[in-house]
């Protein structure tokens, strides 16, 4: 299959980037999407030409490290899934394909098609933790959790961090990756103690980072590669009324 | 330089070393914690879990990883579980029987102690992950639930859906993000470590290289903790992570860490198989499909080429089912990897390049319909139809083996430090626990039990006696290690030659896989040990790597791995081939039952073989710590 590529290349974060185009020839249909952008960089380097930066680690969708737009979608056409995990069969043979990283203020460029999403972390730095010392724990089954509860928690933990739900978001809103978050631990009786601290804090910094406010779009949803409800939306929301009321009450 | 090595086993009987050992180690008091400094490279299970605990102890650490986040380390991808002696089932199961089953999966070539102390700590954490909200899977009545995994006759997997290594890690990850925002650890992303830096014969600390600015940084420590996975990507296609390497555990055994058993390497039988040549990974599909899938190529290998429902039933080779007729389709994993590469070397395998065999899932169909499948494996199926393209409720799905764990690794004493003082290692990066071979579930265990449980006890005990020793980052040892990372980043820009990394990777790669793979014998490791010094004198004086040093530049950061991995391979050659006879993983052609079984030399090879560095070009200097078995008995294997 044959391919015209418009991927977008910047310098660094200072400088101003812009779409260029390559083409790609004879990739099989079997090839997936990340390999096929590293053929295209061994054919940059014979020519003597700079590689494209581009980020992956597991290559099987589950660190979360790729992060690409694909003619305007977060991971492409193929969901649920990771950049990662798309194969060039999903395109019609000839097609152009537009490359550009995810485009949120909070996640600054640092070249090319990688960007910088450590505002993610500080999110959970903020919170998104139980406190727990090594040593300290009971023992495992000395407090039953309801199979439904831990379901749902498994379910909102299987978040993998890529940040494509503020790529997708019109406003670059991270409440799916923070609501997965607060969910996840709400919904755990070891979570309850820090609940109120933990859902203030985090929204708190959320807001600092400079992503914006969630509108109800569900963009997010519809990218997820962790099929991550926005459900926990509603869930992040219910837990922060609760805990300003009780704060407020308590002041 | 070193003499005999001593592994500092405690006296006393198996079940109370640990113990009575923990009794006698030197503290570290809560007022002089926070003088020290604890350098940890790794940030997945082992690292993330002993930064953490190491920072809420009091310790100052600095916690390095090379991915953007220490969430991504590859622990993440880990699918199974994690085994613990818990005995939640009633079905019998003890610490005693997760030891032994552990030492005895590993072939006999682990220490009776350290697995004791694994299985014994086993228990607890799983009680800490819980408390951190790990969502372990449950039953109706709220309690964990557990499966059986690997073929033990015990259910003691504790999991998380196919995501335990994701959930274990976030768990880690979120105590680590709450020590950083507590000031204790300082967390280092997008960092590689370059080299250690050895001061007075102890490692007091190490050089890194920014992946995002380029700039070269030293870092001094009272301690530095290795938690640097495994070194399975010297194969080039492994199931590991694009980024993992060998580079921090090499460059220590550069600076005299010794390392043990680098042949011993697991290959996991059922991985999709490579497709293409420009394919960079292999993904693993969970074993637990041959519980239904039956494995099988065509009886000639003119059929290889036909589309499987054209082959008729008389003519397709059940060869599991026909070699191990009381274990067929779930031989172990050793087993069923070298007969599948039998049967491929003999040009019967299927698919593009007749790499692969079928796992045929038509007669499981039949007799449970389509939907038990389903239920069953549903979500492998489509992780293979993403892959391939091919629906395999229709189509056999094709398998091959590829590696995905490494048991060799740094050498280690009882209290996981190597035989530089001061030098720790942890978690995949060390050899210590599983031998020959290691068991499902048990490499999160591993992890988790180094850094929540054991280098906690075990670091004070060395820190203990460095009290006011951390050199200054100024000291003539730091600036001779950072210039020689400056000259080497320099000498692989200066080659400027014609061929790419990548092409240079897949060579070394094919041939280790072809000569210290599946299966080895003396002839072919022979022949790799004077191709891979050809191969990398080609990388210097060819390989083509554009841009500079300081900057972002990703090729260049390839470019030390696989520079790295070049010297590596030869290691790991060499080793294998003085490990002369078969045991788990290892298994050495020449050294093979009648049947055609791993056959064990227990009275000459009963040991770890560990490697000490000499002069580049001068072959290693191998070291040989016994194995002494009191508790256990040796047994051959056999699962006719």
Redesign the interface.
Known sequence: MNFRLRIWRQK?RQAHGKLVDYDVRDI?????F??ML??LN?NL??R?E??I?F??????G????CSLTINGEAHGP?HP?AVC?L?M?KFRDGATITIEPFRVGAFPI??DL?I???A??RI???G??????????????S?????HD??L??EA??C??CGACAAACPNGSAMLFTSAKVS??AL?P??HPERESRVLKMVQVMDAEGFGNCTNTYECEAVCPAEISASVIAKLNREYARAALQRGAGE | MIGTLHAKIPHGPLDQKWRSHRDHLRLVSPNNRRKFEVIVVGSGLAGGSAAATLGELGYRVKCFCFQDSPRRAHSVAAQGGINAAKNYQNDGDSVYRLFYDTIKGGDFRSREANVYRLAEVSNQIIDQCVEQGVPFAREYGGLLANRSFGGAQVSRTFYARGQTGQQLLLGCYQALCRQIAAGTVQMFPYTEMLDLVVVDGHAKGIITRSLRSGKIDRHAGDAVVLATGGYGNVYYLSTNARGSNVTATYRAYKRGALFANPCLTQIHPTCIPVSGEHQAKLTLMSESLRNDGRVWVPKRKEDRQKAPNQIPEKERDYYLERKYPSYGNLAPRDISSRAAKEVCDEGRGVGPGGRGVYLDFADAIKRLGEDTIRDRYGNLFEVYEKITGEDAYKVPMRIYPAVHYTMGGLWVDYDLMSNVPGLFVIGEANFSDHGANRLGASALMQGLADGYFILPYTLPNYLAGQMAKRPSPDSPEFKKAEGEVRARIQKILDVDGKRSLDSIHRELGLLIWDKCGMSRHAKGLREALVKVPKLREQFWSNVRVLGNGEDFNQSLERAGRVADFLEFAELMCTDALERNESCGAHFREEHQTPEGEALRDDENHAAVFAWEFQDDGQPPKLHREPLHFETVHLTQRSYK
Request: aromatic fraction near 2%; charged fraction near 25%.
């Open positions: 660094n099989s249909p079997n090839t997936s990340l390999e590293d053929i061994e380097l014979q003597g700079e590689p930066a980020d992956s680690d597991c290559r099987e589950i660190c979360g490290t193929d899934g995990e194969y069969r640092v070249k990688v910088d999403r450590t993610l972390d959970v730095q903020a998104g933790f139980i406190s727990a010392r090594a040593g300290s724990a009971p023992e495992a089954n407090i039953p959790v309801p199979k831990a379901d928690a498994m933990a299987a993998i961090g996840h631990l755990l070891q979570g």
